[in-house]
């Protein structure tokens, strides 16, 4: 049930408080946050009700069985960005753990954003030569892989196969490179047994330059929501920015490069469930006391029509962002670069941003683009339909942002 929210500016904080609905007494229900004024409880079945009505091709913005319960905003959102073929990311976070574990509200931090470098590749030769080593081959096999699990939905009887399955090549790469120094861990989540997997390449001990990181993720789990256990295969979404995140750390820990800062590889756990793993890992590392450079998320990257696109999402950091068109423009002159923005809730940057980390992310497209794939969320996202020679730029992309922001 929706109680009308107030955003509080806390002054000495930088924060919006924005404070939580009480929690109904009967029933099974999720607090969903759909923007940075509305956060509601849902009854736990009308999300894989709305998701049903995805599937059966309804064209309704309501949840009929529930539309007593949950608010008209709340419907439309459901449908319309949960599971609908126009709109890029689940478009919710969910609280429901954060409001069990006592808090009465949630504080948005703004993200202090510093003054980045101006991209240079003739300074970055770490990057620029790598390009060509890219194997398009990697990625398509990474996607096949991923995809061909029956499913990586964060709540089925196998979730636990991608994470195994990522830290197992992560685990090769390293071997192959004899990189004794790379740590690989998994970060567990709080009420479902899929991990988050992260695996960080140090600094080079003569070049360190301060006790902030790197980051680069792409999400591991799928969904087409409804039934747990139905097949989802995920190619695009997110199989393929998993592809990307791994093909980059191969490439860098194969080559022995070390930078001045510690760079983090994130395959994020249950995005699909409105960003839950990334939000576990963003504030573990907040309440850690770990400094964050920049956090850039690689979110469904290979569904590409003709000549490479990169979409870079202008929200929710436009600072950060407009940097970032500005890399991908001098270091890849020759793809079609975008700007669109993406959404509350869109994918796992968004967690990191909401605890005050500088944040980022590019895609195939952004929402109602032509570009965007229109299967995500079905069974039809399959590796089939991907072209791995133009998601290779993504890889660049991410070596750049590497060495860039970690030289």
């Known amino acids: 049930m929706r109680t009308a929210v107030t955003a509080l500016l806390v002054l000495f904080a930088l924060a919006v408080a924005i404070p939580y609905p009480k929690r109904p007494t009967e029933g099974n229900w999720r607090l969903l946050q759909f923007s940075d004024e509305h956060v509601e409880w849902i009854p736990e079945g009308a999300v894989e009700e709305a998701a049903d009505l995805i599937q059966a091709e309804s064209k309704t913005l309501s949840i009929p069985k529930f539309s007593n319960q949950i608010s008209k905003e709340a419907s439309a959102a459901l449908t319309a960005r949960l599971f609908g073929k126009s709109q890029l990311g689940v478009g919710f976070i969910d609280r429901t753990l954060h409001y069990e574990s006592g808090a009465s509200s949630f504080e948005s931090f703004d993200a202090p954003t510093p003054d980045y470098p101006t991209p240079d590749p003739s300074s970055h030769a770490a990057a620029t030569n790598l390009f060509d080593k890219v194997k398009p081959s990697n990625l398509k096999k990474t996607v096949v892989d991923l995809s061909t699990l029956v499913t990586r939905f964060y709540l089925s009887s196998i979730s636990k196969k991608g994470p195994a399955y ?25 009420g479902f047994d899929q991990n988050n997997v992260v695996a960080i390449v140090p600094a080079a001990a003569d070049k360190k330059s301060g006790d902030d990181i790197v980051i680069v993720g792409g999400h591991l789990d799928s969904t087409t929501g409804g039934d747990p256990e139905a097949r989802a295969p995920g190619a695009d979404d997110d199989a393929s920015g998993s592809a990307i995140v791994l093909e980059t750390f191969r490439l860098l820990v194969e080559s022995g490069w070390r930078g001045s800062r510690d760079v983090h590889f994130m395959f994020f756990a249950a995005e699909e469930g409105g960003l839950l793993g990334s939000s576990t890992v ?124 970690a030289q």
């Open 166 to 190: 990522l830290t197992a090549q992560l685990n090769s790469i390293i071997g192959k490179a004899k990189a004794k120094d790379v740590v690989i861990k998994q970060v567990a989540n709080k």
């Open 282 to 405: 963003a504030k573990k590392y907040k309440a850690d006391g770990v400094e964050v450079r920049a956090m850039l998320q690689m979110e469904m990257c290979g569904y590409q029509k003709g000549d490479p696109v990169i979409t870079v999402l202008s929200d929710p950091n436009p600072k950060l962002s407009t940097w970032l068109s500005t890399l991908v423009d001098t270091y890849l002159p020759n793809v079609t670069a975008r700007r669109s923005t993406c959404g509350y809730g869109c994918s796992d940057h968004n967690s990191f941003d909401d605890v005050g980390y500088p944040s980022a992310c590019i895609s195939e497209a952004g929402p109602y683009d032509s570009g965007l794939n229109p299967n995500m969320h079905t069974t039809g996202d399959v590796a089939s339909i991907l072209n791995f020679d133009a998601a290779a730029v993504f890889v660049r992309a991410g070596l750049a942002w590497v060495v860039e922001l």
